[in-house]
């Protein structure tokens, strides 16, 4: 999973009127190998390569007002 993935899944609850997205939390569990490549991914891009990365067991995201949850599986 790619943060360009995470992205659509937010804009198509969004635009969907069916969902309702006050509140809503989506929750992953991820192979350990791709949680920790979106975690690096969502790190770079937020840290610019400030400080060195550190692998996290949870992420949480927010997106439009959806909260994204990844976990270890």
């Known amino acids: 999973m790619k943060l360009e993935e995470i992205v659509d899944i937010a804009n198509a609850c969004v635009e969907n009127e069916k969902i309702p997205i006050e509140g809503l939390k989506i ?6 190998d791709i949680h920790k490549k979106l975690d690096e991914e ?3 891009k937020i840290n610019n390569d400030i400080t060195s990365f550190q692998h996290n067991e949870i992420i949480e995201l927010n997106l439009a007002g959806i909260t994204f949850v990844f976990e270890i599986a």
């Open 27 to 32: 929750v992953y569990k991820l192979e350990e």
């Open 42 to 44: 969502l790190f770079y």
